[in-house]
């Protein structure tokens, strides 16, 4: 059951199913973006783009396996065990980390959710921030 509530300027905890992933970030912003390409839109992806230094994979590296597609660019990282996508290497912001906001351990139901048409990737990607 979720008990905290998601504070701006502080670090998050989350992980993947299992437990056997686990990682913070740092919560610049309390908003997430929604976006319809064809893995968000499956997988239910919601996402938190953070600065390198704003992510830490706390424990579950060897547990990672990575999924790529089209442009082999974003690494997608879930887990080995439970399947759960807890973040991805971004073709947007590829030296950035794109944390599923669903995996945080906080209450994300008060995020603000900005949709981003990722079907039409190449004319929008620039509107990411
Ligand atoms: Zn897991």
Not at 32 to 55: D, Q, R, Y
Request: with cysteine; charged share 20%.
């Amino acid at each position: 059951m979720t008990t905290t509530t998601l504070a701006l300027e502080s670090w998050a905890t989350g992980g993947c199913h299992c437990g056997k992933v686990r990682f913070k970030v740092w919560i610049e912003r309390l908003a997430v973006i929604e976006c319809n390409c064809s893995i968000c839109l499956k997988k239910g992806f919601i996402n938190i783009i953070a600065k390198p230094e704003h992510f830490e994979l706390t424990q579950g590296e060897e547990n990672l396996a990575t999924y790529q597609f089209n442009t082999m660019v974003a690494e997608h990282r879930f887990c080995k065990t439970c399947g759960i996508h807890t973040h991805t290497r971004p073709r947007s912001h590829p030296d950035a980390y794109d944390i599923n906001a669903r995996c945080l351990d906080a209450d994300i139901t008060t995020l603000n959710i900005t949709p981003f048409d990722g079907q039409n990737w190449e004319a929008n990607v620039e509107s990411i921030q």
